[in-house]
């Protein structure tokens, strides 16, 4: 069975920082794109950041260009999310998925399709 569990979730100030993790377990992921989406309450779900688990191609979302990063430890079966800057607008249930088929960059957002799986989620708050 493959599962996606994310962690690293929490109440930040404005200008604060976190590190999201994604452990995945019965896959490897080895040859996919895995990354992260979020969902704000009353908004749709959106695309903040890929990584070619093969090749290390990154793919960011405009809005956290410059502020997030991610990365993978393939020994630990992890995909991070670092976070920095973070912004009262970045409050939003963050979501690890995979593997990413189709991936499209337009007018500065990310989209992501063709998921198999899907982690719980964990939530992130960013106070003003």
């Known amino acids: 069975e493959v599962q996606l569990v994310e962690s690293g979730g929490g109440l930040v100030q404005a200008g604060g920082s976190l590190r999201l993790s994604c452990t995945f377990s019965g896959s490897t992921f080895d040859d996919d794109v895995i990354g992260w989406f979020r969902q704000a309450p009353g908004k749709e779900r959106e695309g903040v950041s890929f990584?070619?688990?093969?090749?290390?191609?990154?793919y960011y979302a405009d809005s956290v260009k410059g502020r997030f990063t991610i990365s993978s430890d393939k020994a630990k079966n992890t995909v991070y999310l670092q976070m920095n800057s973070l912004k009262p607008e970045d409050t939003a249930v963050y979501y690890c998925?995979?593997?990413?088929?189709?991936?499209?960059?337009?007018?500065?957002?990310?989209?992501?399709?063709?998921?198999?799986?899907w982690g719980k989620g964990t939530l992130v708050t960013v106070s003003s």
């Open positions: 998925a995979a593997p990413i088929r189709y991936i499209q960059k337009w007018g500065g957002n990310l989209r992501g399709n063709g998921m198999d799986y």
């Open positions: 990584i070619s688990s093969r090749v290390g191609d990154t």
